[in-house]
């Protein structure tokens, strides 16, 4: 049994620091990529801008300080440019420093949307080859939330990544030089000790906002996801009259978000006003040396508030560093949970060198499967079972005995443990999932439609069908005539999963949907169990249209949906206890005489 202990503080902050790293290496190749020279140029020609505008930026103040002797009679202004004409040059460089500093960002929107889409993209793609046990045991509110923060640090981390950190150190050293050549030690003494503290500073209160910040997260992912959940649910919701139940389940979890939310407001308000005091502290210990210089007569007036200048450009970006440390160690928790998602492995996955399945026949077998969810708990206990090409077999079974299991492995939603499933000789894990899945068609118990028109839902079938091929599949599904006595015939919305619909006409929706797919192979998950048995003879027979020249696997719970299959196979606790053709099996008088008698008697009774 595996030993579980509590992380020490220590390693804690060791993942953390490893999480981060691991999220700039991650990010970084986006920044500059081997095969996108334009991607490349457009970064150094942003590095380029910004260090003009640093450039610029640092010299501004040595104009302001001139202007100020001239008006004061005590310098001599360089290039006879005069008290006004030295004003102008400080405005227009001030102008420049701004005009560069957005050409820089105008110059990188490019690279960081690229990113985002790319990165965004990315992650889409990997959910979708996530196996169905990944998606069943998440939730779909907290998963969409964690793709939504994560994709939204993209953009600010690879843009502070270049325009953050060392910008920001290029300009201090080049303000401390000045201070250093233009005055003397002592001043840029009091600037390294500022600097320094207020750095301390900053990254001490940022790593605990940090872990208050993931608190909220925590809580704002809780609170979406009971949200999205209740929504889905909303049929069920009003079934049980359940409105204030689910809004003081929703409002219990706001309200953690709410603590979480305050101790962070809290802790930022500290953060801000410790960065002005000791930001305050430095400058006015700067200031005081230079009023003392200026009545010593060692400083101009001009060079007292040229220091002045400088200290408040100092806070600037120092302001700044605070701002962006917060910020980044946010994004890297937000797309520290992101990159965990994109790391999560496929379960079911193609082996290297997979080929395409071959389906001439259609031909099934399954050669002594074992499989189970848990493995304490075995579904399917060395199944053996041979479907002919274009044959209809039905397999019934109380529930839990695994007849939806045999589905979820023909598609290969998961993998078989033991023993082998085969498609005309073809071991299904040995083919691309992609052409496996293109050969098969499966209708549901529960068809769930996309929040679109019928025309979309039946279309999405099959990629690039007509306008033509949408009404013969409807046709063939028995549904068409329904569809244009609608007002907006074929451009019917049919709301969120499929809820302005009912049971049978959704359901004959999904068989037009597979029936313009035109697998090779069908299989029926219990199509029909949940409507009524008027609606159900109308879908018995699109399904027997649906099943002409194909392989059909009707997997079933009402028995009189499946009395003229080719043959019936009885699941009982994952083994195969009995098989033949309906008429067979009743005169056999077994488990499936049973299953049949108790279900005509309760059909009689109802």
Do not use: C
Not at 389 to 400: F, L, M, R
């Amino acid at each position: 049994m595996a030993q579980w202990h509590t992380a020490s503080a220590e390693e804690l902050a060791r993942n953390e620091q490893r999480s981060g790293w691991r999220t700039v290496r991650k990010v970084a190749p986006y920044l500059w990529p081997a095969d996108k020279g334009w991607v490349k140029i457009r970064v150094v020609l942003a590095m380029l801008a910004l260090i003009i505008s640093k450039v610029i930026a640092v010299y501004s103040p040595q104009l302001y300080g001139a202007a100020v002797d001239s008006l004061s009679a005590k310098g001599v202004p360089p290039l006879a440019l005069g008290a006004v004409g030295l004003t102008v040059a400080y405005g227009l460089a001030r102008l420049m420093t701004n005009g560069f500093q957005q050409l820089r960002d105008a110059v990188f929107a490019k690279v960081a949307q690229r990113a985002l889409r790319q990165l965004a993209l990315e992650t889409f793609e990997h959910i979708h080859r996530l196996s169905m046990r990944y998606h069943i045991t998440r939730k779909t509110g907290g998963l969409s939330r964690i793709i939504e923060r994560g994709v939204k640090g993209v953009e600010f981390l690879l843009r502070f990544m270049l325009f953050s950190i060392g910008p920001l150190v290029l300009e201090l050293l080049m303000i401390s030089a000045i201070f250093y050549w233009m005055f003397d030690a002592r001043y840029l003494a009091v600037v390294v000790v500022t600097i320094a503290i207020y750095i301390w500073f900053t990254f001490k209160v940022t790593e605990w906002r940090v872990k208050l910040r993931r608190q909220m997260n925590d809580q704002d992912t809780d609170a979406n996801q009971k949200a999205i959940d209740s929504l889905l649910n909303f049929e069920t919701v009003k079934y049980f009259g359940a409105e204030k139940r689910e809004a003081a389940r929703y409002d219990a979890a706001m309200a953690g978000y709410e603590a979480a939310a305050l101790k962070t407001s809290y802790s930022l308000a500290f953060l801000n006003f410790g960065q002005s005091f000791l930001i305050t502290s430095g400058l006015v210990a700067v200031m005081v040396m230079a009023a003392i210089g200026v009545e010593n007569g060692t400083l101009t007036v001009g060079q007292f508030v040229m220091v002045n200048a400088y200290m408040i450009q100092i806070t600037m970006p120092l302001n700044f560093l605070g701002t962006v440390y917060r910020e980044i160690r946010q994004s890297l928790v937000d797309m520290g949970e992101m990159f965990d998602l994109l790391e999560q492995p496929s379960e079911v996955s193609d082996k290297a060198g997979a080929k395409p399945i071959a389906v001439e026949k259609g031909t099934i077998e399954l050669d002594n499967v074992a499989f189970g969810y848990d493995e304490e708990r075995r579904i399917l206990k060395g199944v053996s079972l041979n479907v002919k090409g274009g044959q209809t077999v039905a397999i019934v079974g109380a529930s839990g005995s695994g007849k939806s299991t045999i589905g979820r492995l023909l598609f290969r939603f998961y993998d078989v443990q033991g023993g082998a499933l085969r498609i005309d000789g073809q071991d299904v894990r040995d083919v691309q999932q992609e052409s496996l899945h293109d050969a098969i068609g499966v209708v549901p118990q529960d068809t769930v439609l996309f929040n679109d028109t019928i025309r979309y839902n039946i279309a999405y079938g099959r990629d690039g069908a007509t306008e033509e091929d949408v009404i013969e599949a409807a046709k063939a599904a028995q549904i068409h005539d329904f569809i244009t006595a609608l007002p907006d015939g074929y451009d019917t919305a049919v709301g969120e999963r499929g809820l302005k619909l009912s049971g049978g006409e959704k359901q004959r929706v999904g068989i037009a949907r597979t029936l313009l797919k035109n697998p090779p192979i069908l299989l029926l998950d219990e199509a029909t169990s949940a409507l009524d048995t008027e609606t159900e003879q109308g879908i018995k027979e699109a399904l027997a249209r649906a099943g002409e020249g194909r392989t059909v696997i009707t997997i079933a719970h009402r028995l009189s949906t499946i009395a003229e299959a080719d043959r019936i196979v009885v699941l009982e606790q994952g083994e195969v206890i009995e098989e033949g053709t309906h008429t067979a099996l009743l005169e056999k008088k077994g488990r499936y005489a049973q299953l049949w008698t108790r279900q005509q008697a309760d059909e009689d009774a109802a």
